[in-house]
């Protein structure tokens, strides 16, 4: 299936150029497709180039919102869309001062299998397309009636960005474009779990989002027990990664840092986190697992984070702890999804 919202700005010029549209033509569709328009709400596009998009196979809209759950306590709202084959993803819009943060996802399910991840237990189902990742922001934009009602994105929802390279890499060309939904790169968080080589890529390509680690231990003795990525890669080799994406782009790296009950949170883990990120251009963010049920995991006690976080700072380590958004509407990664699927029982 092809949408229109898998072009970007050059890509889509080249397409109309193909079809012996004026130049201008490009900049006025693209414009359209970033607001979420369907063909027929188009009104200054030509019947008969819409024909003809309709007969080269664009759809005009990838992706739709099923259902949402508005948090009581802080207004956060989880988001059900389906997407053309029936698949299902979900996502999170976070309210703040200075904007609204929307969690995106790039894949349906993931490979990674992180032992304390909901998104993985089904393993990878398939990748999104850059559509269908600009999608969930537009639909959003839509639901708002406002085509700058997002107005800062995470790539931290379903699946693993650099595992579908291809598809994130367009999409992060797509949105910030100016002819589009021009948000800047500022504004966007890429959330790995330490693909390295893509790392590399990633800012080699010219990419630079705030890149996010999941960092979650600070030995590869306890990561290689709770994320499987760490038997490729290393914490060496994603310090080192790090500290290139820093020195191409000048962007200070985030690490995650979720908490689990004696698995990561000890202080001894404190010592050994502040020693292996010392000199960094970097900060710590702290969040406490959400539990999972089927992954037999709890999040730390708020006594042991707040010991955790204090040896940070005594070490001089840039450190917070992430406050918890929509905590009545809580189901960590993938769980709604689950839910909504009938896979598991409410929690
Ligand atoms: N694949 C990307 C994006 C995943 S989700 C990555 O690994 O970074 C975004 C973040 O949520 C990651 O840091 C992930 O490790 C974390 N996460 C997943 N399940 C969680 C849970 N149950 N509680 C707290 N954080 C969780």
């Not at 001062?97 to 399910?109: D, F, R």
């Not at 600009?134 to 959003?140: E, F, L, S, T």
């Amino acid at each position: 299936m092809k949408f229109l919202q898998d072009l970007t700005f050059t890509e889509l010029s080249k397409l109309l150029k193909d079809f012996g549209q004026p130049a201008y033509r490009a900049a006025q569709l693209f414009k359209w497709i970033s607001q979420g328009a369907l063909y027929g709400e188009m009104t200054n596009v030509p019947k008969s180039l819409i024909d003809r998009l309709i007969e080269e196979g664009y759809s005009d809209s990838p992706i739709k919102i099923i259902d949402t759950f508005t948090s009581k306590i802080d207004g956060t709202i989880k988001l059900l869309y389906a997407l053309y084959d029936g698949n299902v993803i979900e996502g999170v819009l976070m309210k703040y001062k200075y904007g609204n943060t929307l969690c995106v996802s790039t894949q349906v399910g993931c490979r990674m299998n992180c032992a304390f991840c909901a998104s993985g237990l089904d393993g990878l189902i398939r990748n999104l397309s850059c559509g269908e990742i600009i999608g969930q922001i537009i639909v959003v934009n839509r639901l708002f009636g406002n085509v700058r009602a997002v107005t800062n994105v995470v790539l931290m929802g379903s699946g693993e960005p650099l595992d579908n390279y291809d598809e994130t890499a367009k999409f992060l060309t797509a949105i910030s474009d100016d002819n589009g939904l021009n948000i800047s790169k500022r504004n966007i968080s890429l959330s790995t779990c330490g693909l390295c080589d893509k790392i590399r890529k990633l800012c080699d390509d010219g990419y630079t989002p705030t890149l996010t680690i999941s960092l979650h231990a600070p030995s590869d003795e306890i990561r290689s027990k709770i994320m499987p990525v760490s038997h490729r890669y290393p914490i060496s080799e994603l310090i080192s990664a790090a500290k290139y994406y820093f020195d191409v782009t000048g962007r200070r790296v985030i690490f995650e840092y979720s908490m689990i009950d004696n698995v990561n949170d000890s202080k001894d883990c404190a010592y050994q986190l502040a020693k292996i990120t010392k000199g960094m251009s970097c900060h710590i963010n702290l969040i406490r697992l959400n539990t999972v049920k089927e992954r037999g995991m709890r999040g730390a006690s708020d006594a042991k984070v707040k010991a955790f976080l204090k040896i940070l700072s005594d070490k001089g380590v840039s450190a917070t702890i992430r406050r918890t958004l929509g905590s009545d509407i809580e189901g960590a990664c993938g769980q709604l999804r689950r839910r909504y699927l009938g896979e598991v029982d409410n929690v």
